[in-house]
């Protein structure tokens, strides 16, 4: 069969290196989904979830039980975490001290993490390489319980304004969960005081500008009827969750990049889940999502 052009990496299937042991046991009942059905989703979409996920401190969501159990959100090696294929890198705390982060590199590291029960992979806004200056900026829209999907689009479409009002090109992913997030990448130059600040600040305005819609703390009392806009992904050692990560929800869902055209048409936040990986690596190499999550830019002055 002819082959058509796709994006690098996506269409192989990287080859694994590590056994996955109980693969038949079910960590998503709701939907009967296996350990072994998690670790060849993510086998599967290495190639298109690594150029976001590989290379920065992530955290895990760890659900050794599967998701209806006892979940943990694992910052820091544990211990005997760290192995062939999943690497630390050592960073400098607040308060002095110092913690060996986790990070992966490679299909395998994705894998292994699942063979130590791991579900979700969120990252830090920057790269080992480039620590203290992010490389993405996220605006992540919590609505409050109850609140309609629309909303939350047409809310994600004027934060993507705004920010190209500022010089900035910004693309969507929806969570897997309940929202969607907007992503700005960033070529790595400012640092993480004056990215956090600019993040505070953007969300403020927004929040001064449209009091009925929008709020800007996490105060759950504040949200009432109104979407948070959750800038606090954007101060160090915050993390969001990567493109392509299966949710410990109902349903394995996944986050997915969308473009903005296509996000209008769509009507949940968990529109793909881990038994659409062939529709997710199709997509990931259409004209639809080309260029996604890639741009060239450095925060303006606010
Ligand atoms: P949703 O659309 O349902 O809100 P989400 O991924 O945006 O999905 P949030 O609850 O808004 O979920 O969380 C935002 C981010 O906060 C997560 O993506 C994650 O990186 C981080 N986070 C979540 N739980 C913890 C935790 N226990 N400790 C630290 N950070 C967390
Ligand atoms: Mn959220
Ligand atoms: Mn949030």
């Not at 960073?91 to 110092?98: H, L, P, Q, V, Y």
């Not at 829209?141 to 500022?166: I, N, Q, R, S, T």
């Amino acid at each position: 069969m002819a082959e058509t052009p796709v994006q690098a990496g996506a269409a192989e299937v990287s080859e694994i290196h590590i056994k996955v042991s109980s693969r038949d046991r079910v960590i998503f009942p709701e939907s009967n989904i296996t350990k072994g059905d998690l670790a060849d989703y993510y086998a599967k979409v290495a190639g298109i979830m690594l150029p976001w996920a590989a290379n920065r401190p992530i955290s895990l969501v760890r659900c050794p039980q599967g998701r209806a159990k006892q979940c943990f959100f694992q910052k820091h090696d544990a211990g005997s975490f760290k192995g062939a294929h999943v690497h630390t890198v050592p960073i400098t705390e607040k308060d002095g001290s110092t913690e060996e982060y986790l990070y992966i590199d490679d299909a395998d590291g994705l894998v292994a993490c699942v063979q130590m029960g791991t579900i979700e992979f969120h990252g830090w806004g920057s790269s080992v390489g480039t620590l203290e200056q992010p490389d993405r900026m996220v605006f992540d829209l919590d609505p409050d319980e109850g609140l309609g999907f629309d909303l939350v689009k047409k809310a994600a479409v004027e934060l993507k304004e705004h920010l190209a009002e500022l010089g900035l090109v910004s693309f969507a992913m929806l969570s897997g969960g309940k929202g969607v997030h907007v992503v700005v990448p960033l070529t790595p130059a400012a640092e993480w005081p004056a990215v956090k600040d600019f993040a505070d600040r953007f969300a403020r305005a927004l929040g001064e500008a449209a009091p009925d819609r929008f709020v800007a703390t996490m105060s759950k009392a504040k949200r009432k009827g109104r979407i948070f806009i959750d800038w606090l992904r954007n101060q160090r050692g915050a993390t969001a969750v990567l493109p392509y990560v299966a949710r410990a929800r109902a349903g394995a869902p996944v986050a997915a990049p969308v473009s903005w055209s296509e996000l209008g048409g769509i009507d949940t936040a968990a529109r793909w889940s881990i038994r659409d990986a062939d529709e997710l690596i199709a997509r990931a190499a259409s004209r639809e999502l080309a260029g996604w999550g890639i741009a060239d830019q450095v925060l303006p002055d606010l």
